[in-house]
T-cell receptor, first 114, second 109 residues
């Protein structure tokens, strides 16, 4: 199993540009999570999906952020327009209900907005 | 007050020492997780606990549900154990994780 795959690994963009982060969860996992990590705030949940349906998006900072999961093997997190304060590492993670083996995290996308 | 508290925040030790990192939580949980993050690296799940004790190599994790407390122990510590260790919990009926602030461990050769 290749694990949770995120792309790109690094993204540098100018303020105001649209940014799209991508995630492929582990096959068979029914939960997918998007987290953001910053020095100031640590790890924060942005949104999570169950069976491709958004369950809790209360962590999404504002309307500039949106996430989709069109199928069980792909999710996107979009920021439009991007701002310097969005600079962070964004992690995707997946898990399977009742498996009792915890979460698998992707390698993260380091986003820098200049 | 955070729902998940870790101590210490930073820990420096000599290679070979026995390490203990503590986690206390204030909510009802269905599971507790210990995660590891190396500098500039990804996040790896070490343990998922709902009761008792688990062991993997030199790492041991314990949980006391009544006291709402968990510990992560590292025996015969090694410089490659240097990382941030994060405690996280699932509240009852909730798959999302609530994180502690992490413990930065540095093992000196």
């Amino acid at each position: 199993d290749a694990g949770v795959i995120q792309s790109p690994r690094h993204e540098v963009t100018e303020m105001g540009q649209e940014v799209t982060l991508r995630c492929k969860p582990i096959s068979g996992h029914d939960y997918l999570f998007w987290y953001r990590q910053t020095m100031m705030r640590g790890l924060e949940l942005l949104i999570y999906f169950n069976n491709n349906v958004p369950i809790d998006d209360s962590g999404m900072p504002e309307d500039r952020f949106s996430a989709k999961m069109p199928n069980a093997s792909f999710s996107t997190l979009k920021i439009q327009p991007s701002e310097p304060r969005d600079s962070a590492v964004y992690f995707c993670a997946s898990t399977q209900t009742g498996r009792g083996k915890g979460y698998t995290f992707g390698s993260g996308t380091r986003l820098t907005v200049v | 007050k955070n729902e998940v508290e870790q101590s210490p925040q930073n820990l420096t030790a000599q290679e070979g020492e026995f390490i203990t990192i503590n986690c206390s939580y204030s909510v009802g949980i269905s599971a507790l997780h210990w995660l590891q993050q190396h500098p500039g690296g990804g996040i790896v799940s070490l343990f998922m606990l709902s009761s008792g004790k688990k062991k993997h190599g030199r790492l041991i994790a314990t949980i006391n549900i009544q006291e709402k407390h968990s510990s992560l122990h590292i025996t015969a510590s090694h410089p490659r154990d240097s990382a941030v260790y994060i405690c996280a919990v699932n509240r009852f009926g909730n798959e999302k994780l609530t994180f502690g602030t992490g413990t930065r461990l540095t093992i000196i050769p």
